[in-house]
């Protein structure tokens, strides 16, 4: 099995600046790619932003210029700093590992960290 533990959120002021960190262990073999996504009330979980284990990084188009995806120092973390947050960026923040199989993939997920941007 593999554990996240997702840290960093909390309430930020609009254009205010958050980094959320995310910390694998376990079975932490055949990573194709680590990523956060995001889920507000009412709304399905979406992605934010993603890296492959070649260190190519994907965004969301409405968090593109603000965040950016890295990987950690530390081995098997990832980090996601955001800046000029805007209200509509509230959400619960997850982390996702994927991994490969002989055949397929599999997800893992953390449980979530809330980030409110509120004035």
């Known amino acids: 099995q593999v554990q996240l533990v997702e840290s960093g959120g909390g309430v930020v002021q609009p254009g205010g600046s958050l980094r959320l960190s995310c910390v694998a262990s376990?079975?932490?073999?055949?990573?194709?790619?680590m990523g956060w996504y995001r889920q507000a009330p009412g709304n399905q979980r979406e992605l934010v932003a993603s890296?492959?284990?070649?260190?190519?990084?994907d965004y969301a188009d409405s968090v593109k210029g603000r965040f950016t995806i890295s990987k950690g120092s530390a081995k098997d973390t990832v980090q996601l700093q955001m800046n000029n947050l805007k209200p509509e960026d509230t959400a619960i923040y997850y982390c996702k590992v994927v991994r490969r199989t002989v055949s397929s993939t599999i997800d893992h997920w953390g449980q979530g960290t809330q980030v409110t941007v509120s004035s």
């Open positions: 376990g079975m932490m073999f055949s990573v194709e790619s």
């Open positions: 890296i492959t284990n070649i260190g190519r990084a």
